[in-house]
Nanobody, 129 residues
Framework: VQLVESGGGLVQAGGSLKLSCAASGFTFDDSAIYWFRQAPGKHREGVSCISSSDGVTYYADSVKDRFTISTDNAKNTVYLQMNSLKPEDTAVYYC???????????????????????WGEGTTVTVAS
């Protein structure tokens, strides 16, 4: 199983970045894919998630209307388009996967990073003020 993130970098406040998460080794079409982030000295927090089965999405309030999650099931890849970036968005961004089941609660699992089945190594996003 592999989740490989890419697309991080240094950007000025107000700028944009697009992160990618390439998945392999598990049933992608039956998964919920998450983006979490961890800033220095802070706990890991959920940013967004998407069902690769039906495209349902969920966002943390801190990124709503600025970030957009999407999936390309043909490529087993999930993207996170980040616009209007702020210095407080600076963090290591991690991709994670969880198996979907009936009545899956995206909002709940966005706060339960420990429940994820698989993790990537992370990609660093730095937003300069």
């Amino acid at each position: 199983v592999q989740l490989v993130e890419s697309g991080g970098g240094l950007v000025q406040a107000g700028g944009s970045l697009k992160l990618s998460c390439a998945a392999s080794g598990f049933t992608f079409d039956d998964s919920a894919i998450y983006w979490f982030r961890q800033a220095p000295g802070k706990h890991r927090e959920g940013v967004s998630c998407i069902s690769s089965s039906d495209g349902v999405t969920y966002y943390a309030d801190s990124v709503k209307d600025r970030f957009t999650i999407s999936t390309d099931n043909a490529k087993n890849t999930v993207y996170l388009q980040m616009n209007s970036l702020k210095p407080e968005d600076t963090a290591v961004y991690y991709c994670a996967a969880d198996k979907l089941y009936s009545n899956y609660n995206f909002k709940l699992y966005l706060t339960r990073s420990y429940a994820m089945d698989y993790w990537g190594e992370g990609t660093t996003v730095t937003v300069a003020s």
